[in-house]
């Protein structure tokens, strides 16, 4: 799968303008020295409702107080997306007790393609603790255009796969976006940057 980095060139603009806008949000001295793009004080994702693999209504707010990872792929994405899957889970068992303070948001560019149904055994076979969230076409696009997010069906055969932007993104314990980390990047670096966004909120 070809991997989409125009967000990721957009993200890097805001990353240097962040210690400006974002200085009314979060004081981004806090915790430097994060191994992903710091984009703190980002306009992007101020909303975000959609459906979980349940059939509950999901928005940000339902996680306060813990550290969200979300990421958009599709589950017959051949590679890029169980990287992905994969690595969070590596993440998660790294972490400890500290994971249950980690939710990760798995929101699919395919909504046509993922039923509940298959949402559900996806998440399972890389943690029952992950949610997948979906909706309609609209409501997909909506979600994606709120943080840059680029995917496009792509005709293969008598069927079609998708090209997407695979960056993770993070959200502090209090609901503000934080990082960018790259595909590309390791779970080590995944938990880096987590575990110093929950020293954050220690009392």
């Known amino acids: 799968m070809k991997i989409q980095r125009r967000a990721w060139m957009a993200a890097a ?3 240097l303008s962040g210690v400006l806008i974002g200085c009314d949000v979060v004081d981004k001295a806090m915790t430097p020295g994060f191994k992903g793009l710091d984009i703190t004080g980002s306009p992007w994702g101020k909303t975000l409702e959609l459906t979980d693999q349940y059939g509950q209504r999901r928005s940000l707010s339902d996680f306060s107080g813990k550290v969200v990872m979300l990421y958009f792929g599709f589950v017959q994405c051949p590679d890029v997306c169980p990287t992905a899957l994969t690595r969070a889970s590596e993440v998660m068992k790294a972490l400890g007790p500290d994971a249950k303070r ?3 948001l798995f929101v699919t560019v395919d909504p046509e393609r993922d039923t509940p149904e298959m949402l559900k ?3 399972a076979a890389f943690d029952p603790s992950f949610l997948a ?3 309609s076409a609209a409501d997909i696009r909506k979600a994606a255009d709120e943080f840059k997010i680029y995917y496009k069906q792509v005709p293969t055969g008598g069927s079609y ?3 997407h932007t695979a960056s993770t993104y993070l959200f502090d314990a209090k609901g503000y976006l934080r990082i960018m980390l790259r595909h590309e990047q390791t779970a080590d670096d995944y938990t880096s ?3 110093k966004l929950l ?3 220690q009392p």
């Open 102 to 104: 980690v939710q990760l």
């Open 133 to 135: 969230l979906t909706g």
């Open 199 to 201: 020293s954050e909120n």
């Open 121 to 123: 055994e996806y998440m």
């Open 13 to 15: 603009v805001l990353g």
């Open 193 to 195: 940057d987590i575990r």
């Open 161 to 163: 796969t998708m090209d």
